[in-house]
């Protein structure tokens, strides 16, 4: 049987978290998967670390000699998936071992303008290697959306991505010629970009497990996220023909879309808070 869904690890310096993120495919009750692993010049030696786990003919590892970001990286991913479907993974997170094929079984069932389905995911204690402690570990949510403005006012990703291979490609894959070239939120960007001429399904389940580091965020990372953040979400509703203008706030220090105005009538525009 062919197999009809890619994981993609875009990889900088995992360490050992990359034998974690491996592991859980193996795991997978879904046991016809891919893999590509994109290496985007990793200093640490976790290709080394992870070898034994890499040595499978599901699996093409592609080393980037000179680090090019997020979007560069997940692009040259995309030129080289050959399933329908494919999902991130980042390579210091897992997945549950059911996730494969729930994404799969209901990606399926869906139309063709369904580009994406998430579902939930599980966040952890980064510092707990094995993910097991879970007294301060949260859930985050996905959601339905009515359109592209509901996705834009959630504020929030999407946890795991799982993603239509020809949808991504129609659209151009992940933009590059944005400020920081694309290494910043690309997530959203991308997920902005296909919310304008498709639709996303969500699942009501835990599919995914984040590592929180939330360290790395603070000081002058933090502010460019916000950058980016105001940046992404101006440049969308200008693609989408200016019919709003933002109202940003702040939230545990990130920024986010708190309303939308209707620049004809006035109208606000606004999503509850989950």
Known sequence: MDSEITVVIPSYN??????????????????????ILIDDASTDNSLYMAKDLLRNRRIKVI????????????????????????????????????????????????????AVVSGNILVVNRKDEEGLKYNNNRICKGDFFKNKYDFLLFNKSLWPRCYRTDAVRKIGGWPTDVPYGGRYMEDK????????KYKFYWMDKVLYVH??????????????????????????????????????????????????ISNSDGKVLTRAVM
């Open 63 to 114: 080393k980037n000699y000179v680090n090019s970001g997020q979007s560069k990286v997940q692009n040259i991913a995309l030129q080289a998936v050959t399933t329908p479907y494919f999902v991130q993974l980042d390579s210091d997170d897992w997945l549950m071992p059911y996730a494969l094929e729930m994404l799969l079984r209901e990606f399926k069932r869906q139309p063709e303008n369904v």
């Open 189 to 196: 960007l991308i997920l902005y970009r296909l919310i304008e």
């Open 14 to 35: 995992p360490g050992r978290f990359l034998k974690k993120a491996l592991q859980s495919l193996y795991e997978q009750t879904y046991p016809n998967w891919k893999l």
């Open 211 to 260: 590592r929180n580091n939330e360290e790395s965020y603070v000081g002058q990372k933090l502010q460019i996220y916000n950058y980016m953040i105001e940046w992404g979400v101006k440049d969308s509703l200008r693609r989408w023909g200016n019919e709003y203008k933002p109202v940003f706030s702040t939230s545990f220090g990130w920024k986010i879309v708190n309303s939308l």
